[in-house]
Every structure is written in structure tokens, then in C-alpha cells.
């Protein structure tokens, strides 16, 4: 004998999950700036896919604001949009903002976090980032690989007059620049085989976007 479900049944059952998806989604705004509505799961996502991202981040600042919340999936994003917000943001109240959010590719990849570009804000990444500023990044250093820069770029300009009236992949050309110059700068030389290189460069970014798309996906999955 098949299950008869009634009509009162069913309308319950779905006001009950709707019921425990916004209190899984709800959370406290007391000391949030102002933005649009959001719906279950996904936030405010559905206000940016309209149009391009840019235009419609600018829309929705000049209807709420400039300092702005968006809740993007389980994500919490203040967006500031003014010259007079952003040095509150950046200058004035700098050291609220400079901690780096925990990511956990980033301590797999950076032993656990401590480099300079994924370390949490405090003694270490001070004495971290005092050693590239005196070592790395001082004026003498940094014109010591002239000479360098002068010869990836002049070789960018003649690889891209070799093929006046033709079409060029300028991403690659800048791709290949921007290697050339850090190559040397870091290791002294460069890769012998620079297009397998590129092209495994281009895979892992390809697999780094798909794997941000899985992960979100995944997370709602979870949260239904």
C-alpha cells in the first residue's frame, strides 16, 4: 500500500523547512551597515548577477550607501565605496581591519599560514614584513634587477611587433612578462619549458575557480 500524503501535510512540512532554513541563515545585525534583502543560502547573490559586478555593486552603493553589507552565500562582505569611507576602512582604524580571514588551503599550502601573504596580523608577520621591506623591497634591491625588467619588457614589445596585422593573445604576453621578470628576480633564471609551465598554470587556476564553485555548492548541500 503507497503513502497518501494530504495537502495539510505537505503545506506544513514546507513551512517547517522554510521555517528552519531562515533560522539557519539568520544572524545578527545589530552592528551591520545597511544592504539588500537576502534570501535562504544564498544571501545577496541573486542582487549581482543581473548585470556586471562592478555596475551593480555601484547601483546598489548609491541605494544604500557607502559602507555596505552583503551576505554572499555564508560569506559576510562590507563593501566600501567613498574615498572618505575607505580611509576610515584602510587608515584611520587600520589595525581592526588588517587580520586575514583562515583559509584552510592556505595552511596546507604555507605550513600552516606563516608566510607573509596568508599570516595573521601580530608580532610575526611585523618582523616579517620588515625583513622583505629592508631585504626584498629596498630601493637598492629593487634597482638592482633593472636591468632585468628592461629585458623581459623589450622582449614583450618585439614579440607583439613580430605580428603587426595578426592577431596575439595578449594575456599570454603578459602572462609571459610578468614570469620572465619574477623568475629572474627570484630564482635567477627561467623555466626551461615556459608554455608547459603556462599551461599548468592555467589548469590550476581553471581547477582553483571550479574548486571555489564545489565548495560553495557543497556548503549549501550541507546546510539542506
Request: proline letters at 5%.
Amino acid at each position: 500500500m503507497e503513502p497518501v500524503f494530504h495537502p495539510f501535510q505537505i503545506v506544513v512540512a514546507f513551512l517547517i523547512l522554510v521555517f528552519m532554513l531562515l533560522k539557519l541563515t539568520k544572524k545578527s545585525t545589530s552592528n551591520l551597515p545597511p544592504g539588500p534583502w537576502k534570501l535562504p543560502l544564498i544571501g545577496s547573490i541573486h542582487h549581482l548577477g543581473s548585470a556586471l559586478p562592478h555596475q551593480r555593486l555601484r547601483d546598489l552603493a548609491n541605494k544604500y550607501g557607502p559602507l555596505m553589507h552583503l551576505q554572499l552565500g555564508e560569506l559576510s562582505v562590507v563593501v566600501v565605496s567613498s574615498p572618505e569611507t575607505a580611509k576610515e576602512v584602510m587608515k584611520t582604524h587600520d589595525l581592526n581591519f588588517a587580520d586575514r580571514p583562515s583559509v584552510y588551503a592556505s595552511s596546507v599550502i604555507c605550513n600552516g599560514a606563516t608566510n607573509f601573504t596568508f599570516a595573521a596580523y601580530g608580532d610575526f608577520w611585523r618582523r616579517v614584513r620588515k625583513i622583505c621591506t629592508q631585504e626584498l623591497l629596498s630601493p637598492m634591491r629593487v634597482q638592482s634587477f633593472g636591468p632585468t625588467r628592461e629585458e623581459e619588457v623589450s622582449k614583450f614589445i618585439n614579440s607583439i611587433s613580430e605580428h603587426v596585422g595578426s592577431q596575439i593573445n595578449l594575456s599570454e604576453r603578459i602572462f609571459s612578462l610578468t614570469y620572465g621578470i619574477t623568475a629572474k628576480a627570484a630564482f635567477g633564471k627561467k623555466c626551461k619549458d615556459e608554455e608547459l609551465l603556462s599551461r599548468l598554470l592555467r589548469m590550476l587556476r581553471l581547477q582553483l575557480q571550479d574548486s571555489i564553485f564545489r565548495i560553495f555548492f557543497l556548503r549549501l548541500h550541507c546546510c539542506l
